[in-house]
């Protein structure tokens, strides 16, 4: 079992930054990728980026250039820097580990608000 605890989310104006964290526990050793996703009410749950335990990372079209998700192994902790934030940024953002066998865990989610 993993698990994760996502902190971070908030109000923030337009144009403005953020960064979650995302920390995992538990059985750290099965973990192969770890993610954020976002979902706002009525839509599907949406892949916003995600990392490899080798440090390779993949973003949505959406967020490319603008978000930046990051690992620091020795805390068991992923990070989301979202920079130039935009109103449609505006979700819940859950915090995602794919684990070996194809399981998955998330996180609790937290709200991100992005309006002036």
């Known amino acids: 079992q993993v698990q994760l605890v996502e902190s971070g989310g908030g109000l923030v104006q337009p144009g403005g930054s953020l960064r979650l964290s995302c920390a995992a526990s538990?059985?750290?050793?099965?973990?192969?990728?770890m993610g954020w996703y976002r979902q706002v009410p009525g839509k599907e749950r949406e892949l916003v980026a995600h990392?490899?335990?080798?440090?390779?990372?993949s973003y949505a079209h959406s967020v490319k250039g603008r978000f930046t998700i990051s690992r620091d192994n020795a805390k068991n902790t992923v990070y989301l820097q979202m920079n130039s934030l935009k109103p449609e940024d505006t979700a819940v953002y859950y915090c995602n580990a794919l684990l070996k066998g194809g399981g998955r865990s998330w996180g609790q989610g937290t709200q991100v608000t992005v309006s002036s």
């Open positions: 990392i490899s335990n080798v440090g390779i990372t």
């Open positions: 538990g059985s750290i050793f099965s973990i192969i990728l």
